[in-house]
């Protein structure tokens, strides 16, 4: 689907003999298409998002209908923080709950989608910068999958984490992201989940359900941001603390910020950004998401 169509709606080792042939049916089943899979940002905001029904789980819900169903999902979550990097590879991911202070209903939900681990090999196959750790332990934390259970409220599409190596620049993270390329050539959806105006220590709880609310730095930020993505100037969001000294305010910590450069390495080069759920929130979170088609 392209982006017309989209705004009219809206460990580590060889491969065994078995392994093996199962890798080589995966990546013959998935073949390169013609079209790419879209890749995505997605502010994630608040774990509660993940059983609201609001604004930002709407437009979660209608992109499970508007997008073109993919074979898997792979999703860089601001939440998964490791020294080198991994890539989920169980069968059957466990839903991590990790947060707290909130509603017993949120801690009783379970995202039941299965994993792929010959899409983690593959994964890590490409991956040519790092070597590239298959996990068994983590799953999938509420960076993912608060947003794919409205996405993809059926669980039947495989969905795969991979973690955000801190201890790296965001140069490394959009120069990952292009290993990434050939999965949206084989119907994997890429989402990277954070959010680019991300600073709790300044939530304004007071106004929490006030609409579009933000303070003077985050209202300069939000907008830097996006005139940066429209320009396509991938080296300036890259270089983010040299944009404005509201910067430091807006991203006191790149977690949150790091799964844009995902996003942004894997625009292909007739992709146009779209944006939706632009938002702000609480005075310094931002839900401003991106769609690349």
């Known amino acids: 689907m392209d ?99 909130f509603p017993q209903e949120l801690f009783d939900v379970k995202y039941p989608a299965p994993g792929d681990k010959i899409l983690a090999e593959e994964t890590k196959k490409l991956i040519k910068s790092t070597d590239v750790v298959l996990d068994h332990d983590w799953g999938l934390d509420h960076g993912a999958w608060t947003v794919v259970r409205h996405i993809f409220p059926d669980a039947n599409i495989p969905v795969l984490q991979l973690s955000i190596d801190y201890s790296k620049p965001a140069q490394y993270h959009y120069d990952m992201a292009k290993e990434l390329m050939a999965l949206r050539k084989k119907g994997v959806l890429i989402i990277g989940s954070g959010n680019m105006v991300h600073n709790l220590r300044m939530v304004d709880w007071r106004n929490l359900d006030k609409e579009n609310y933000g303070y003077d730095w985050a209202i300069e930020m939000h907008e830097l941001f996006k005139t940066k993505i429209l320009d396509n100037d991938h080296k300036a969001l890259i270089n983010y603390s040299a944009l404005s000294k509201s910067a430091a305010l807006a991203i006191p910590t790149p977690d949150h910020y790091y799964p844009l450069m995902y996003a942004l390495g894997l625009q292909a080069k007739n992709e146009t950004p779209a944006f939706f759920n632009d938002s702000l929130v609480a005075g310094s979170l931002n839900m401003t998401s991106v769609l690349y088609s």
């Open 3 to 101: 982006r017309k169509q989209f705004l009219k709606h809206l460990g580590i080792g060889a491969l065994s003999m078995s392994s093996l042939s199962a890798f080589n049916k995966f990546t013959g089943e998935l073949g390169e298409q013609d079209v790419l899979m879209p890749a995505l940002f997605i502010g994630h905001g608040s774990p509660m998002n993940g059983i609201l029904d609001n604004s930002f789980s709407q437009a979660w819900k209608k992109l499970g209908k508007d997008l073109p169903t993919p074979k898997a999902v792979l999703v860089i979550s601001a939440h998964w923080l490791t020294k080198g990097t991994a890539v989920t590879a169980m069968d059957f991911p466990k839903t991590i709950h990790d947060f707290g202070g």
